[in-house]
């Protein structure tokens, strides 16, 4: 076997604080929409594999929650471990940050870095943002005193600008070995999961600033029949008043996140959906461990 032919595939874990881009860098390496985005801090809270197969190299990326110093509750606490298990399992680590706004939850990662034994890629994102070009030399400057990146690589996630480089530089620090998914796998989660995904992408979108972490989704019912994919799934929230404003006057309100949802699971799925959404009271289960696991958030 020629050493071009030598098949490479590798685990490449992205981490950083909430909000950097992580899933929009991942969405844009794999040319679709995997993983849910939205403006608000925290969007992400599961694990979620992103396979890319270009010949005879595989990365399987691993999005995260972004990990954040909140303190307290379950679920904050269910998305840091989610974030942070990955750092001493993968082949590779992006670590994303932000262009210019380097935080201190951006120094605790790095602390926590400190102990991995693979190697790190600082992808600075959000480039497109800065006024000027001449502020970026200085930046990367200052950046890799703070600790042994393998390489630092700018970019934007958002339009891909040198994404492509990002690319190329992982698939070089992958290592030799067979594949881990078929050549034409994209992901190991459920249509299921990710519809419920969608409708959660779609409650955030709406809500804005509204409502904080209070909301999740639970697919009730999915059933795939000749032409068209039925979908039950229940909203729960922790307060009527939460619930109120999430159906909006006279329904509204829920039923625009509804054909958002609706439209975007369709695209997924390939097919014609139906999408019925109940939106239930269910107090705490944000800080309830035993009402987390029942919702799918379970290691
Ligand atoms: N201008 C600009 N905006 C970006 C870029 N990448 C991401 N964004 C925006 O930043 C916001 C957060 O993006 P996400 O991909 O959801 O961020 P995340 O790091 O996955 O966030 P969590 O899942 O909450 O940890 C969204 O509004 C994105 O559109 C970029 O390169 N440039
Ligand atoms: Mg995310």
């Known amino acids: 076997m020629s050493d071009q032919a030598k098949l490479?595939?590798?685990?490449?874990?992205?981490?950083?604080?909430?909000?950097?881009?992580?899933?929009?860098?991942?969405?844009?390496?794999?040319?679709?929409?995997?993983?849910?985005?939205?403006?608000?801090?925290?969007?992400?809270r599961h694990q979620i594999l992103g396979v890319k197969t270009s010949d005879n190299i595989q990365a399987v990326y691993v999005d995260t929650p972004g990990i954040h110093q909140r303190r307290g509750t379950a679920i904050n606490k269910y998305m840091n471990r989610?974030?942070?298990?990955?750092?001493?399992?993968?082949?590779?680590?992006?670590?994303?940050?932000?262009?210019?706004?380097?935080?201190?939850?951006?120094?605790?990662?790095?602390?926590?870095?400190?102990?991995?034994?693979?190697?790190?890629?600082?992808?600075?994102?959000?480039?497109?943002?800065l006024p000027g070009k001449d502020e970026l030399l200085p930046m990367l400057g200052e950046l890799s005193s703070l600790f042994d990146f393998a390489e630092i690589i700018p970019v934007s996630a958002l339009n891909g600008m040198n994404v492509d480089v990002l690319e190329q530089k992982v698939t070089q620090l992958l290592p030799e070995?067979?594949?881990?998914?078929?050549?034409?796998?994209?992901?190991?989660?459920?249509?299921?999961?990710?519809?419920?995904?969608?409708?959660?992408?779609?409650?955030?979108?709406?809500?804005?600033?509204?409502?904080?972490?209070?909301?999740?989704?639970?697919?009730?019912k999915y059933e795939e029949d000749e032409g068209i994919v039925r979908i039950h799934a229940t909203i729960y929230v922790e307060s009527a008043g939460q619930k109120a404003i999430i159906i909006g006057k006279k329904g509204a309100r829920l039923k625009s996140i509804g054909t958002a949802a609706r439209q975007d699971i369709s695209k997924m799925v390939d097919?014609?959906?139906?999408?019925?959404?109940?939106?239930?009271?269910?107090?705490?289960?944000?800080?309830?461990?035993?009402?987390?696991?029942?919702?799918?958030?379970s290691e």
């Open 271 to 297: 097919s014609k959906v139906y999408l019925n959404l109940w939106v239930k009271v269910r107090e705490g289960w944000s800080n309830d461990e035993r009402a987390l696991r029942g919702l799918g958030y």
């Open 8 to 44: 490479r595939c590798g685990y490449v874990a992205i981490v950083g604080r909430p909000n950097v881009g992580k899933s929009t860098l991942l969405n844009k390496i794999l040319g679709m929409k995997l993983s849910i985005t939205s403006r608000k801090p925290q969007t992400t």
């Open 177 to 220: 070995s067979v594949h881990f998914y078929p050549d034409d796998q994209v992901t190991d989660r459920s249509m299921r999961f990710l519809a419920s995904e969608i409708i959660r992408e779609k409650l955030t979108r709406e809500l804005g600033q509204e409502l904080p972490y209070t909301s999740t989704v639970d697919i009730d």
């Open 82 to 129: 989610a974030a942070t298990s990955v750092l001493n399992d993968v082949d590779l680590i992006l670590f994303v940050i932000q262009a210019k706004k380097w935080t201190e939850e951006d120094q605790a990662i790095i602390d926590k870095l400190e102990s991995v034994s693979c190697p790190v890629l600082l992808v600075v994102n959000k480039v497109d943002q």
